[in-house]
T-cell receptor, first 109, second 116 residues
Framework: KNEVEQSPQNLTAQEGEFITINCSYSVGISALHWLQQHPGGGIVSLFMLSSGKKKHGRLIATINIQEKHSSLHITASHPRDSAVYICAVSNFGNEKLTFGTGTRLTIIP | KAGVTQTPRYLIKTRGQQVTLSCSPISGHRSVSWYQQTPGQGLQFLFEYFSETQRNKGNFPGRFSGRQFSNSRSEMNVSTLELGDSALYLC???????????????FGPGTRLLVL
């Protein structure tokens, strides 16, 4: 079993829909990261959180430490949100990141 | 501030050769981490350097090595290349403040290595 599991693996939605991507982890963590990777490879860090909820524009990330679960939500989705979204956790004591396999999101106009 | 830069962006090598990739972190960042991304294994941590010292290492063979210079620039080297080393190699930097272990990482554009 991987330390970090994401679901779904692929998600296709219509423009304007509310999107939810889930991440579960099995180890103790110091922080959870949500990353966005566009075609071509560049990775952008969207959120780093260790508790509660963070919001940036149309993106919201939540984490439940007790349940070892995090969600990334996108409101009013847009075709430019099409990308691979990757969940990663950093372990206590060091900043080594362990990654989920990613969720490929496609937003259709 | 300029972002993280990586050179070269694309590279083609043959089996048995060695390769050196370079990463220049954001000015003022002291920590540089390297990652390998392949279709089969996804993103995997290679190693992290902080103040010229390797601080963490992933589960990769000794053919993968790295170093960091006094200006925080980092290089990684892969010797005796294998076909399976074909991948996107990403580096990421962060401030590395010792009292703030949880920091956002800033990724470079990556070097795409193809081994023939």
């Amino acid at each position: 079993k991987n330390e970090v599991e994401q679901s779904p693996q692929n998600l296709t939605a219509q423009e304007g829909e509310f999107i939810t991507i889930n991440c579960s982890y099995s180890v103790g963590i110091s922080a959870l990261h949500w990353l966005q990777q566009h075609p071509g490879g560049g990775i952008v860090s969207l959120f780093m959180l260790s508790s509660g909820k963070k919001k940036h524009g149309r993106l919201i990330a939540t984490i439940n430490i007790q349940e070892k679960h995090s969600s990334l939500h996108i409101t009013a989705s847009h075709p430019r949100d099409s990308a691979v979204y990757i969940c990663a956790v950093s372990n206590f004591g060091n900043e080594k990141l362990t990654f989920g396999t990613g969720t490929r999101l496609t937003i259709i106009p | 501030k300029a972002g993280v830069t990586q050179t070269p962006r694309y590279l083609i090598k043959t089996r048995g050769q060695q390769v050196t990739l370079s990463c220049s972190p954001i000015s003022g960042h002291r920590s540089v981490s390297w990652y390998q991304q392949t279709p089969g294994q996804g993103l995997q941590f290679l190693f992290e350097y902080f103040s010229e010292t390797q601080r963490n290492k992933g589960n990769f063979p000794g053919r993968f090595s790295g170093r960091q210079f006094s200006n925080s620039r980092s290089e990684m080297n892969v010797s005796t290349l294998e076909l399976g080393d074909s991948a996107l190699y990403l580096c990421a930097s962060r401030p590395g403040t010792s009292t703030t272990p949880r920091e956002t990482q800033y990724f470079g554009p990556g070097t795409r290595l193809l081994v023939l």
